[in-house]
């Protein structure tokens, strides 16, 4: 049973159809064959009986004694329509009436065994969908072609059930954006708006001396900066799921002189003591170095920010992945991962005035884009590790 539940529609189809034709045939004989033998009992009731026999028993070879059909003004009314009418309609007509009638049967089953129950489940289940539902199964088990087209309507409700996930998720992170947003940009505003109501109010009546005047029109002239650099973060951030990978060559020594580069600039800029090594390799490792590079930027700067003396970085270059480790000896991190690589993600408020806490994220992005990954973590003496990885772009 479970082989024929499982026969493709095809197959099934033709089976069916086989039996209801095979029992058509065999039901017609069966019928046509009574009716044959009424109707010569009829013929027989009008047979001048002594002059057949006598015919048989004068039987030579190759002649046989019958009985003809008799004529219509013999037979009885009721003979007659038993007859000529009933048993001629029933010997002609039996083997089409019944292979049409077990052709429809065959069809009708089919499609109550074969053919309703998935239909059922499809139509439910796409009511469900467009009633936005998704927590649903379907319950056809046989693996024929109506099985396989459940399955894979399963597995689209499973995909949309993603997205809509997604979905979500995205708009819940454009709302914690547009809060981030309103945040960053409500502090600066807010002290612009104080030192414009001092100025106005004690400047004309000079309750207030110029030190004290041009000190809140510096403090002003930060806040402003402030919210030129959010802007441009701002604008930066929105630009990231549109940039496209640009993959080259790139070696290890090549990868070092570009890092040693920066990091001239960035330790006069701190004043703490920046140390490379990379790992020489012969191999050359393809993808984007610009996005390496800036995500090896972020990383260098987060750690300069927050390191005390000395930062780490280690480079290692294959052919399949490229791996940039930043190590500084700070306090380390102090939340989990997820939560540092988050927008706009900062550990002290005064830190925000510096930066919009996008680079950790950044970096998430591009190396995820990149194929691979960012993981953080703290050193056994305290400090901060950050390693970036990179898969080769096929």
């Given at each position: 049973?479970?082989?024929?539940?499982?026969?493709?529609?095809?197959?099934?189809?033709?089976?069916?159809?086989?039996?209801?034709?095979?029992?058509?045939?065999?039901?017609?004989?069966?019928?046509?064959?009574?009716?044959?033998?009424?109707?010569?009992?009829?013929?027989?009731?009008?047979?001048?009986?002594?002059?057949?026999?006598?015919?048989?028993?004068?039987?030579?070879?190759?002649?046989?004694?019958?009985?003809?059909?008799?004529?219509?003004?013999?037979?009885?009314?009721?003979?007659?329509?038993?007859?000529?009418?009933?048993?001629?309609?029933?010997?002609?007509?039996?083997?089409?009436?019944?292979?049409?009638?077990?052709?429809?049967?065959?069809?009708?089953?089919?499609?109550?065994?074969?053919?309703?129950?998935?239909?059922?489940e499809l139509a439910l289940a796409s009511k469900r969908i467009a009633e936005n539902h998704l927590d649903f199964c379907i319950s056809y088990e046989n693996?024929?072609?109506?099985?396989?087209?459940?399955?894979?309507?399963?597995?689209?409700?499973?995909?949309?059930?993603?997205?809509?996930?997604?979905?979500?998720?995205?708009?819940?992170?454009?709302?914690?954006?547009?809060?981030?947003?309103?945040?960053?940009?409500?502090?600066?505003?807010?002290?612009?708006?104080?030192?414009?109501?001092?100025?106005?109010?004690?400047?004309?009546?000079?309750?207030?001396?110029?030190?004290?005047?041009?000190?809140?029109?510096?403090?002003?002239?930060?806040?402003?900066?402030?919210?030129?650099?959010?802007?441009?973060?701002?604008?930066?951030?929105?630009?990231?799921?549109?940039?496209?990978?640009?993959?080259?060559?790139?070696?290890?020594?090549?990868?070092?002189?570009?890092?040693?580069?920066?990091?001239?600039?960035?330790?006069?800029?701190?004043?703490?003591?920046?140390?490379?090594?990379?790992?020489?390799?012969?191999?050359?490792?393809?993808?984007?170095?610009?996005?390496?590079?800036?995500?090896?930027?972020?990383?260098?700067?987060?750690?300069?920010?927050?390191?005390?003396?000395?930062?780490?970085?280690?480079?290692?270059?294959?052919?399949?992945?490229?791996?940039?480790?930043?190590?500084?000896?700070?306090?380390?991190?102090?939340?989990?991962?997820?939560?540092?690589?988050?927008?706009?993600?900062?550990?002290?408020?005064?830190?925000?005035?510096?930066?919009?806490?996008?680079?950790?994220?950044?970096?998430?992005?591009?190396?995820?884009?990149?194929?691979?990954?960012?993981?953080?973590?703290?050193?056994?003496?305290?400090?901060?590790?950050?390693?970036?990885?990179?898969?080769?772009?096929?």
């Amino acid at each position: 049973m479970d082989k024929i539940r499982n026969l493709s529609v095809r197959k099934t189809i033709f089976l069916y159809m086989a039996i209801a034709l095979f029992c058509s045939f065999f039901l017609s004989a069966v019928i046509v064959g009574i009716s044959q033998r009424v109707q010569r009992n009829i013929w027989w009731s009008y047979v001048d009986k002594e002059a057949f026999f006598e015919a048989v028993e004068s039987e030579v070879p190759y002649h046989v004694a019958d009985f003809s059909r008799p004529g219509s003004h013999e037979m009885t009314p009721s003979d007659y329509f038993v007859s000529e009418v009933l048993c001629d309609f029933i010997q002609t007509y039996t083997v089409l009436i019944l292979s049409m009638a077990g052709s429809c049967a065959a069809v009708l089953l089919f499609y109550r065994n074969k053919l309703r129950k998935p239909m059922e489940e499809l139509a439910l289940a796409s009511k469900r969908i467009a009633e936005n539902h998704l927590d649903f199964c379907i319950s056809y088990e046989n693996k024929d072609e109506m099985g396989v087209l459940c399955r894979e309507f399963e597995r689209m409700q499973e995909q949309l059930a993603r997205n809509n996930q997604a979905v979500w998720r995205t708009l819940e992170e454009e709302k914690m954006l547009r809060a981030a947003i309103a945040h960053d940009i409500r502090a600066p505003l807010s002290v612009l708006k104080g030192y414009q109501e001092m100025l106005t109010e004690y400047l004309p009546g000079e309750d207030i001396d110029m030190e004290q005047a041009m000190e809140m029109l510096s403090e002003s002239g930060r806040q402003i900066e402030r919210m030129d650099a959010f802007v441009e973060a701002m604008r930066k951030l929105n630009s990231l799921e549109n940039r496209q990978l640009t993959p080259g060559n790139i070696s290890a020594r090549q990868l070092e002189m570009d890092i040693q580069g920066e990091l001239a600039i960035l330790e006069k800029e701190y004043g703490k003591q920046c140390i490379l090594q990379a790992a020489e390799s012969k191999e050359e490792f393809y993808g984007d170095k610009e996005i390496i590079l800036e995500v090896t930027e972020n990383l260098l700067l987060n750690a300069l920010r927050h390191g005390k003396r000395k930062i780490t970085i280690m480079v290692k270059a294959g052919y399949a992945e490229l791996s940039i480790r930043v190590m500084d000896d700070g306090d380390g991190f102090q939340e989990d991962a997820e939560k540092i690589t988050e927008a706009f993600y900062g550990q002290n408020v005064k830190d925000s005035l510096k930066h919009a806490g996008l680079g950790m994220y950044i970096s998430r992005l591009y190396c995820e884009k990149h194929g691979g990954r960012l993981v953080l973590g703290n050193d056994e003496q305290g400090g901060a590790v950050v390693t970036a990885i990179f898969c080769r772009i096929a």
